[in-house]
T-cell receptor, first 115, second 116 residues
């Protein structure tokens, strides 16, 4: 079974509008972390936002916010006031358990911001 | 913030040769580093976990004799693709975290390997 599911292969958004990128996850571990990364065409992975499973509030980082619905096992990324530079691949990822463990990535969503 | 440096960014080699990729944590010590592989338009797939001072842990299906990993110090891990073949052509990217296990992982800029 997929541990991280991103159901939107591609998304379009108008500049200055908000967009939500979907992510659902599957784990039986009570301790886990959820991450979102941006990958532009250059290939680098840029960290955007992190949500811990025990965090009571939704994480926010500037124009990025994470809509954490624990019961639904969803961790959607909301980008407000989209900019042309936001066009990129976006990956949702999860780390299960404590300690220094690797991330498991979803299949990604390609976001294109239109002027 | 923490920085992970990866070199080279791009390498083209002939089939049968070996290629070494370096991953360095520049301003923190990383006892664990991770190596991922990404094919075009696909997600990142974990290849192995590199542990400082001990053997790497490889994911199922990854040939340890093909992809040699060495983590000789707290700031350097290397991935060597031995006897490279065209099917090894891919984007390889490393990641590392600092001592807080709950913090985010930082990624190198990746290496695009093309085997002719």
């Amino acid at each position: 079974a997929q541990k991280i599911t991103q159901t939107q292969p591609g998304m379009f958004v108008q500049e200055k509008e908000a967009v939500t990128l979907d992510c659902t996850y599957d784990t039986s571990d009570p301790s886990y972390g959820l991450f979102w990364y941006k990958q532009p065409s250059s290939g680098e992975m840029i960290f955007l936002i992190y949500q811990g499973s025990y965090d009571q509030q939704n994480a926010t980082e500037g124009r990025y916010s994470l809509n954490f619905q624990k019961a639904r096992k969803s961790a959607n990324l909301v980008i407000s006031a989209s900019q042309l530079g936001d066009s990129a691949m976006y990956f949702c990822a999860m780390r299960e358990g404590g300690g220094r463990r690797a991330l498991t990535f979803g299949s990604g969503t390609r976001l294109q911001v239109q002027p | 913030g923490a920085v992970v440096s990866q070199h080279p960014s791009r390498v083209i080699c002939k089939s049968g040769t070996s290629v070494k990729i370096e991953c360095r944590s520049l301003d923190f010590q990383a006892t664990t580093m991770f190596w991922y592989r990404q094919f075009p338009k696909q997600s990142l797939m974990l290849m192995a976990t590199s542990n400082e001072g001990s053997k790497a842990t490889y994911e199922q299906g990854v040939e340890k004799d093909k992809f040699l990993i060495n983590h000789a110090s707290l700031t350097l891990s290397t991935l060597t693709v031995t006897s490279a073949h065209p099917e090894d052509s891919s984007f390889y990217i490393c990641s590392a975290g600092d001592r807080d296990p709950n913090e985010k992982l930082f990624f190198g800029s990746g290496t695009q390997l093309s085997v002719l």
